[in-house]
């Protein structure tokens, strides 16, 4: 067979098992879920073989160190795999909610209710711990998932994933629920994501390069976990020393996440006195400053900020600073530079953070609280599947609820127009 | 300039608007909303000349009679166009509402709130109303439109598009917050539907061909209101004078739009009483039958249906008939062949229901009652921009609050992580 049918062949078998799936109960999706856990606890040994062939070959290729690190399988990070799945189990179900309902006056009943999406298809990079992740979260979903991990940990995505559908299947999850593609040829991703009418949905998880190509060819919808260039405005009303810790929590917690700020804008009124505690703060956890002129005053170590830098995800200990006239010109700032991911407002002003709340046109704004809570697990959904930049369907963190979409049931008694 | 500049401005410019109508009180948008009304109004010889210019044109290049019917604005359009925008005024706007909210432990207050989408381009084809519904509605939602109506109805689009900018601007209607593209170029809708980062959705409004090529040429999402192909399913416990009459009105009382039914699939124990009487039924109001071989056993004079049938909108006083050995075979059928818009069963037995209910993979599931409800104002939603046939963001009837999004306002008092 050619590679188009082989996905053909996928894309109608992961229709299939969806039908099967979305009458599940949610008690017998947590069986096969613990089943899935079992067993991937039980071919640990397995699974770190294949782990091995891969980052053997991955020294042979010359992978950086950091592509090498996110590729290994320690026994740490399978146990956080089997512990992400049991904490699925205990998450509510959302499939079956009725999420409103109201009654026409002529008597039909309208119920819209939560339905699973259907046929979702995971496209993701390195890590192989998101074949568990992923599956489990479009499993209790009652969603059939067709994964596509990246080349490099071919191995190690065909031991989990066979873990979880032999685990699955001894507790009788349906045929084809979980199906990993099994070539590395990068076409299957085109021919995936081109497969209208079967495949509802296309996650992208991983750098920009892989989600353009995503969307490049695209033929179903996507939702994109774009970067992060999240920014935190420190207005002239802000307390400043909640403003100095967000600012070092926001940037230094975690750098190398996409929700830690890469961008600090001050009001010019609060600027000198603001600007010289944080830098000194910050200075103390190494990180490299780039200010514009009006910063590099206040601040006169700071390196000169360039346009591209107003652009730039470092996930590093780099900052990049900006004195602004006011709340406008740090929203402006904002929506032009920014990717619609998390940003933060400092302030005590109710005028400013009702400009700022409404104006900023991203997934999450924070008054008084560091960006770094956008994220499933601190928004108390659990377990996400990532943090959605776009507009549609999903934004921010999604979580079990984002994995599913709605219907409409309505009854009547004969009713006729 | 060239055209792609042309469409880079206007993108440009919705995304100015869009920023402005964003922070619009419902008050203001409704007063602006009248003005808009009013000027209609008021240039109703205006419009009525723009048109006499369209369906000139549109004769000499030998547009059927349906097409130059589509086109034509009497009074009596112009009129519904005007109280059509009206009704939006006095309609809720979702803009502003808070989903939900939450605390959690650390004190942060989570409140997902309704917004704009943002920047909506809406293609659409022949009917020139459609400028007016499609720019109100967005307008009530804050949203920047652009419009991209079929070339035929050019002049008229444009009369109808400055009458709606002028009357809105007269009350202070931010600049581009509704636009026209002013060209009948087809290269204009390409370029459109790729303005990432800028156009957030298309909605494309028109035929199978029309709704094709948007979708092969999107790099942005698309909500597709796609074709109708609905089915009625008579249960072995229906009851049959109940089951007659909804199939009366869902096939005739207007074949002509998408939720009206295209497909009758029978229960083999109900069929040999039913079928005879539904047929009899049907044939008073012109319906032609056309039957699998166990229907035609039954009523004779059926004509024999083709595998191309079950996938067909007739839009017209035509019905395929299928008798099914269960309520699982009518849900494959459907699934199979549906399009995923509206689809019923009759039935007093909870069992049939239940699976139907579950496994129709549709945007709005019936139980006794007719297809014929899906519909923005059936629903109680008041205006609709459509009915959505895809799963993700909005399904089925699309009014006010499928023309938002929402975003995460997170409020605090200096927490870090």
Known sequence: MSLQQDINVMADQAVKASRSLARLTTRK??????????????????????????????????????????????????????????????????????????????????????????????????RPNVTADAA????????????????????????????????????GMPEHAIQLVPTTDRDAVRMLVQC???????????????????????RIPVIKHYKGVCHLFIDKDADLDMAVEITENAKCQRPGVCNAIETLLVHEKIAPEFLPKAAQRLKTRGVELRGDDHARELVPDMKTVTEEDWYTEYLDLILSVRVVKDVQEAVDHINHYGSHHSDAIVTEDEAARKIFTQAVD????????????????????????????????????????ELTTYKYVVSGTGQVR
């Open 196 to 218: 209208v009418g079967k495949v509802d949905l296309a996650i992208p998880r991983g750098g920009e390069g892989l989600i353009q190509s995503v969307v490049e060819h695209a």
């Open 362 to 401: 991203s997934s999450t704004v924070y008054v008084n609280a560091s960006t770094r809570f956008t994220d499933g697990g601190e928004f108390g959904m659990g377990a996400e599947i990532g943090i959605s930049t776009d507009k549609l369907h999903a934004r921010g963190p999604m979580g079990l609820e």
């Open 29 to 126: 999706k947590n069986t096969i879920l613990e089943a899935m856990a079992d067993e991937l606890e039980s071919r640990r040994e397995i699974i770190k073989d294949a782990n091995k062939k891969d980052i053997d070959a991955g020294k042979e290729a010359g992978l950086t160190q950091a592509l090498l690190d996110r590729l290994l399988l320690t026994d740490e990070r399978i146990d956080g795999m089997i512990k992400g799945i049991r904490d699925i189990v205990v998450l509510k179900d959302p499939v079956g909610q009725e999420i409103c309902s109201w009654m026409r006056p002529n008597g039909l009943e309208i119920a819209k209710t939560r339905v699973p999406i259907g046929v979702i298809a995971i496209i993701y990079e390195s």
């Open 136 to 171: 489990s979260l479009c499993f209790k979903t009652s969603n059939a998932v067709i994964l596509r991990g990246g080349k490099e940990a071919i191995h190690s995505n065909r031991a989990i994933a066979a873990a979880l559908q032999e685990g699955g299947a001894s507790k």
